[in-house]
């Protein structure tokens, strides 16, 4: 786990257009909305049924829908192939409005993954119930030349998966530049400003897009005043998240309940804590801890901001963060914006020889892999038994056809199994 802090940076950026795809699902043609040119999804899919939505719609997005009818219960996956260039790193984002496309009351729940890696369950009932779209969000980096956004049910609903929209934006390289790519994507779970109660702030003001939701709870609105200068801070976030706070009336510890609900145990999450200060003398310096573990120590606010991350930090269940002014200190805490991310791979915590050539040298095989002998080889078995992997199963391994046998017990995997049919030799699994 490495912690950082990180003042003015980078060089001041401007708004640009937004580079990358944007997608309407189930539109049977393009349209520009809001500045953006959206395409109709029939170049990038062929599966599924396109469908209007008759009920009113927040957004022009989503009066239009595709679904991907289950045929025999038989659990596949869909996916969008969308061309990229393999060597950068892109935010990816899917939107979902049910508007009873299926005819069931309730949204069904399925999976999606990003080029082999579970990004995320589905589950769109409660915003659904309340009458908004849900959306997920992410960071990931393409494997190939074409970068597949794909849906896949599972035994939670028997539905049908559906979406209504997807954004592919190419992000600079000094964002989210501590991740490791080829081992992980990012996961969206949280990002909230603080004290914002207007719509949730995105382009133009944050240049890629991101989505930075209003979040109330007690705050007070940090006036505009000249003497912020915030601009350039790391990962690029938009100046007017700085314009609101939340602080503390009195001069003692400001502890909030963040993200407002449960994380899943035993992951590993990306946290970025923003900080602008509008006052030019005082030192407003204060330690931070999560669920009592101290996050950052000391920490002086400044008029040209700050933002303090950690790229790994094991959480699960509610969190709380705590602000404890410094001995002696007569200025109150605040915070602007938190950002929590989670990480996400493919047969993560690999056997530590699942490097090079996985059959060459014949005697130094990877744990696990059985190669067969000959001009041609090939892997025959996987035997992954006990070997503590998490993660999910990555549908890349459909690709090893002489396969015979996979084992997987006794391991911490999530997600749905991969389409193996190609795998026409396989008598085990």
Not at 34 to 55: E, F, R
């Amino acid at each position: 786990m490495l912690m950082f802090l990180f003042f003015l940076l980078l060089p001041v950026s401007f708004s640009q257009p937004l580079r990358g795809v944007f997608i309407n699902c189930g539109a049977n043609a393009s349209s520009t909305i809001n500045g953006l040119d959206w395409l109709s999804d029939t170049g990038y899919i062929s599966a599924g049924t396109s469908h209007i939505i008759t009920q009113q719609v927040l957004i022009p997005t989503l009066s239009n829908v595709r679904t991907f009818p289950l045929q025999n219960n038989i659990f596949k996956k869909f996916c969008y192939e969308i061309p990229v260039d393999r060597t950068s790193k892109y935010l990816i984002r899917t939107t979902y409005y049910y508007g009873g496309v299926n005819g069931n009351v309730n949204p069904p729940v399925f999976d999606q993954i990003v080029d082999g890696t579970l990004w995320s369950v589905v589950n769109t009932t409660e915003d659904y119930v309340n009458g908004n779209l849900s959306y997920y969000e992410g960071v990931f980096m393409p494997t190939g030349k074409n970068l597949s956004v794909c849906l896949a049910a599972n035994t939670y609903t028997d539905s049908d998966p559906f979406i209504s929209a997807i954004e592919i934006v190419l992000l600079w390289d000094q964002l989210y530049n501590s991740t490791d790519f080829r081992a992980y994507g990012l996961s969206l779970v949280a990002r909230h400003s603080f004290g914002h109660d207007g719509p949730v702030i995105g382009y133009p003001d944050d240049q890629f897009n991101r989505y930075w939701e209003p979040f109330g709870l007690d705050a007070f609105p940090q006036p505009s005043s000249q003497n912020l200068a915030v601009s350039g801070i790391w990962n690029l976030p938009p100046p007017i998240i700085f314009q609101t706070r939340l602080a503390r009336s009195l001069v003692e510890p400001l502890t909030l309940l963040w993200p407002p609900f449960p994380l899943p145990s035993s992951e590993l999450y990306y946290i970025a804590l923003y900080f602008a200060d509008d006052r030019d003398s005082s030192s407003r310096t204060m330690d931070i801890t999560i669920n009592g573990v101290p996050y950052y120590r000391n920490l002086t606010v400044t008029a040209a901001g700050n933002v303090v991350f950690a790229n790994q930090w094991p959480l699960g269940g509610i969190t709380n963060l705590t602000l404890t002014p410094a001995p002696g200190s007569t200025v109150v805490p605040l915070i602007n914006v938190i950002a929590m991310i989670s990480l996400r791979g493919s047969f993560q915590n690999p056997p530590a020889d699942w490097n090079g050539d996985p059959c060459l040298p014949s005697r130094y095989s990877w744990t696990g892999v059985t190669c067969s002998d000959g001009p041609r080889i090939r892997i025959v078995t996987l035997n992954l038994m006990s070997m503590g992997l998490s993660g999910s199963i990555s549908p890349s391994i459909a690709r090893l056809t002489a396969l015979t046998s996979i084992l997987l017990g006794n391991n911490s995997l999530s997600g749905s199994i991969p389409d193996l049919s190609s795998l026409r030799g396989l008598q085990s699994l």
